[in-house]
């Protein structure tokens, strides 16, 4: 079965720097785009990022832009999101989710989840 699973989430202080890893199992992982989602508490999961199954497209939400960076790597079944100068308003859930295909931004476009990792922002 398919899985994936999300590591490198934790507590940070305001500016510092987190890397996120997503590692797949269970599918041809190069024929899928993948994406992270964030759910902060109270608040609907949101678009973070997305990156094409040959890792030559990428699409950010206005909100990290310039601040993330999505990347993949085919060899392994991973993908990541390194996350820089973070905010406070970026604590939340963080998923990793697969979808079979091209890119997109939304929930219900995504086949495969993660559990998710915790990413705590303090200022």
């Known amino acids: 079965q398919v899985q994936l699973a999300e590591t490198g989430g934790g507590l940070v202080q305001a500016g510092d720097s987190l890397r996120l890893t997503c590692a797949a199992s269970?599918?041809?992982?190069?024929?899928?785009?993948m994406g992270w989602f964030r759910q902060a508490p109270g608040k609907e999961r949101e678009f973070v990022a997305t990156?094409?199954?040959?890792?030559?497209?990428?699409r950010y939400a206005e909100s990290v832009k310039g601040r993330f960076t999505i990347s993949r790597d085919n060899a392994k079944n991973t993908v990541h999101l390194q996350m820089n100068s973070l905010k406070p308003e970026d604590t939340a859930v963080y998923y990793c989710?697969?979808?079979?295909?091209?890119?997109?931004?939304?929930?219900?476009?995504?086949?495969?989840w993660g559990q998710g990792t915790q990413v705590t922002v303090s200022s």
């Open positions: 269970g599918l041809t992982f190069s024929s899928y785009a």
């Open positions: 990156i094409s199954a040959s890792g030559g497209f990428t």
């Open positions: 989710a697969a979808r079979r295909g091209s890119t997109a931004t939304m929930n219900n476009q995504y086949d495969y």
